[in-house]
């Protein structure tokens, strides 16, 4: 028997305790096409706004590709990718009560390996510049932080990491799960 199916016959009648404490939410925060903050992006999009558009950017066969820019924001490709991160990571850590960085895992989410325009060197590149930013001011978040090329629905993933990252002994008291997911990057990867 496979041990997936073996997994699914095992005897549970007796009580059950999870391996992890359940989960809450304290703070959270987004930048998007419509918002480069939280409230701002949920009004846009509770009153169905968008800012999509063609772009600069062509598909093969020379159409354009149609794609939701950040408004105001010049910069592109690596550089816009860190901007995001910056904030969203800012935002989420001013509405928060954790304290000290240290005490937080950043677990930044991207997209999985072989995806057309994916851009997860960068990310990795921008998590690494954000953790050697910390680090020159005097403080750090928590050792387990790191990046994942989880990809789209890898949120559940990246939720049991972060509930197992806090249950283990000298875990982070709180993980700040970040996902970033743009339509079009060509800031550190080509692809044919």
Not at 13 to 27: D, F, M, N
Not at 61 to 90: C, K, N, S, T, Y
Not at 163 to 180: D, R
Not at 184 to 192: F, G, Q, W, Y
Request: aromatic residues 6%; contains cysteine; charged residues 15%.
């Amino acid at each position: 028997m496979s041990r997936w199916l073996s997994s699914l016959t095992r005897n549970l009648s007796g009580p059950q305790e999870a391996s992890w404490a359940p989960l809450r939410i304290v703070s959270r925060s987004m930048c998007c096409a419509v918002g480069h903050n939280a409230p701002a992006a949920t009004a846009a999009i509770n009153a169905r706004m968008n800012h999509f558009r063609e772009t600069a950017f062509v598909a093969r066969g020379g159409i354009p590709i149609v794609g939701g820019a950040l408004f105001d924001v010049g910069a592109w490709g690596a550089e816009r990718l860190d901007h995001m991160l910056q904030l969203v990571v800012a935002e989420a850590l001013a509405a928060q009560t954790a304290g000290e960085p240290a005490h937080i895992a950043l677990i930044v989410m991207g997209a999985e390996a072989g995806r057309p325009g994916r851009s997860s060197n960068c990310l990795a590149e921008a998590l690494a510049q954000l953790l050697s930013q910390q680090r020159s001011t005097g403080s750090t978040f928590h050792p387990s932080s790191r990046f994942c090329s989880y990809g789209k629905g890898g949120i559940a993933r990246a939720l049991t990491d972060a509930a197992l990252l806090m249950a283990q002994e000298n875990g982070p008291q709180f993980v700040l799960l970040v996902a970033v997911d743009p339509p079009v990057s060509n800031c550190c990867e080509t692809t044919s």
